[in-house]
C-alpha cells in the first residue's frame, strides 16, 4: 500500500512559477512526487445523473499552473508510509506570482441564500 499527501497552495490567486520537487524524492521511501509537468493528461469528469452535487469543480486537478484558491493542490507526495509522504510534501518548494485574492472584503449576515 502507498500513502499520498497533497502539497497545497498557499496563496489564494495567482499563478505557480516554479515546483521543486527535489528534496521531497530524494527521502527515504518516496516513491514519486507527482505535478502538472510529469502526470500527463488528466481529463475532465462529467457528472452521473444524481452526482451532480458531490463535486462542484469540473476542472481536472493539476491541470495549469493557475491558482484559483488558497489550499488548491499543486502537487501530490507518494510514499511508503503515511509519515513520509506528508514529509515530502512538506518539503516541496514553490514560487508564485502572486495577484490579488479574489474574495470578498465586506461581508453582511442574511446574505446567506435560504
Same mark, same amino acid.
Given at each position: 500500500?502507498?500513502?499520498?499527501?497533497?502539497?497545497?497552495? #498557499?496563496?489564494? @490567486?495567482?499563478?505557480?512559477?516554479?515546483?521543486? #520537487?527535489?528534496?521531497?524524492?530524494?527521502?527515504?521511501?518516496?516513491?514519486?512526487?507527482?505535478?502538472?509537468? @510529469?502526470?500527463?493528461?488528466?481529463?475532465?469528469?462529467?457528472?452521473?445523473?444524481?452526482?451532480?452535487?458531490?463535486?462542484?469543480?469540473?476542472?481536472?486537478?493539476?491541470?495549469?499552473?493557475?491558482?484559483?484558491?488558497?489550499?488548491?493542490?499543486?502537487?501530490?507526495?507518494?510514499?511508503?508510509?503515511?509519515?513520509?509522504?506528508?514529509?515530502?510534501?512538506?518539503?516541496?518548494?514553490? #514560487?508564485?506570482?502572486?495577484?490579488?485574492? @479574489?474574495?470578498?472584503?465586506?461581508?453582511?449576515?442574511?446574505?446567506?441564500?435560504?
Amino acid at each position: 500500500m502507498l500513502y499520498a499527501v497533497p502539497v497545497e497552495a #498557499t496563496i489564494a @490567486n495567482g499563478k505557480l512559477l516554479t515546483l521543486d #520537487t527535489a528534496a521531497a524524492q530524494k527521502m527515504p521511501d518516496v516513491r514519486a512526487v507527482l505535478h502538472r509537468g @510529469n502526470i500527463g493528461k488528466i481529463f475532465r469528469s462529467t457528472p452521473a445523473p444524481g452526482f451532480d452535487r458531490v463535486c462542484q469543480e469540473r476542472r481536472p486537478p493539476l491541470e495549469d499552473d493557475v491558482i484559483r484558491y488558497y489550499g488548491q493542490y499543486i502537487a501530490l507526495a507518494v510514499a511508503e508510509t503515511f509519515e513520509a509522504a506528508k514529509a515530502a510534501a512538506d518539503a516541496v518548494r514553490a #514560487t508564485y506570482a502572486k495577484e490579488k485574492a @479574489n474574495v470578498e472584503a465586506h461581508l453582511e449576515a442574511g446574505d446567506d441564500p435560504p
